[in-house]
């Protein structure tokens, strides 16, 4: 079976500070991958997405930056983070050998607050 | 953008059932109708999808119009944990290899009062 990690869980971060959330995927090769960030009260926003190793997309110009080192792990960065970057972000994964390509994986989250 | 449109709350008690509707009137001859919820803090779920026909699982019911316009998700027996904000989304169904880029509205927030 497929599983999707990240972490931490929870940060609290001052603006200015670099930033390093991670996500893994068990379980499947080649998937798609997706980071998500919502807002307080508001709904999912596509950040970035991946089909492959050193593959992004960006759909959302901003201070943020994605890396996919490896093909089942999925790395948000900022060198400078924003009051605005506070949010709760979400990795998620479909397809790949193994798993299910018609519907997408959520992992547990990071609850980001910057100060 | 999102390509759906879903009323932004709901209510319904507890035993009842729960029809959340959502209008998809752009919708593409090869794209799905998702859904997913999301219980407060933690990642959004898979519930259920369909192209035409008419859906059901152990968790809900899919039900969608001729047109393929429009559809409604219904919780048949609505619990306390059935709480959370549910998300109708299209997508195309490709090979695992292509991508697939996944646009979710703000969904409808779903209370279940007792």
């Known amino acids: 079976s497929q599983t999707i990690h990240q972490w931490p869980a929870t940060l609290v971060q001052p603006v200015g500070s670099p930033l390093s959330l991670e996500c893994t995927v068990e379980g499947t090769s080649n998937p798609n991958l997706y980071w998500y960030r919502q807002a307080a009260g508001r709904g999912l926003q596509l950040l970035f997405y991946?089909?492959?190793?050193?593959?992004i997309s960006s759909e959302v110009p901003q201070n943020l930056s994605a890396s996919r080192p490896q093909d089942r792990q999925f790395i948000l960065s900022s060198k400078k983070l924003l009051l605005s970057d506070s949010g709760f972000y979400l990795c998620a994964w479909r397809g790949g050998t193994g798993g299910p390509y018609n519907e997408q994986f959520f992992g547990p989250g990071t609850r980001l607050t910057v100060l | 953008d999102a390509k759906t449109t879903q009323p932004p709350s709901m209510d319904c008690a507890e035993g009842r059932a729960a029809n959340l509707p959502c209008n998809h009137s752009t919708i593409s001859g090869n794209e799905y109708v998702y859904w997913y919820r999301q219980i407060h803090s933690q990642g959004p779920q898979y519930i259920i999808h369909g192209l035409k026909n008419n859906e059901t699982n152990e968790m809900a019911s899919l039900i969608i119009t001729e047109d393929r316009k429009s559809s409604t998700l219904i919780l048949p027996h609505a619990t306390l944990r059935d709480t959370a904000v549910y998300y109708c989304?299209?997508?195309?169904?490709?090979?695992?290899?292509?991508?697939?880029?996944?646009?979710f509205g703000i969904g409808t927030k779903l209370q279940v009062i007792p």
């Open positions: 989304i299209t997508q195309a169904v490709g090979y695992s290899g292509g991508y697939q880029k996944v646009t």
């Open positions: 991946s089909v492959g190793i050193g593959q």
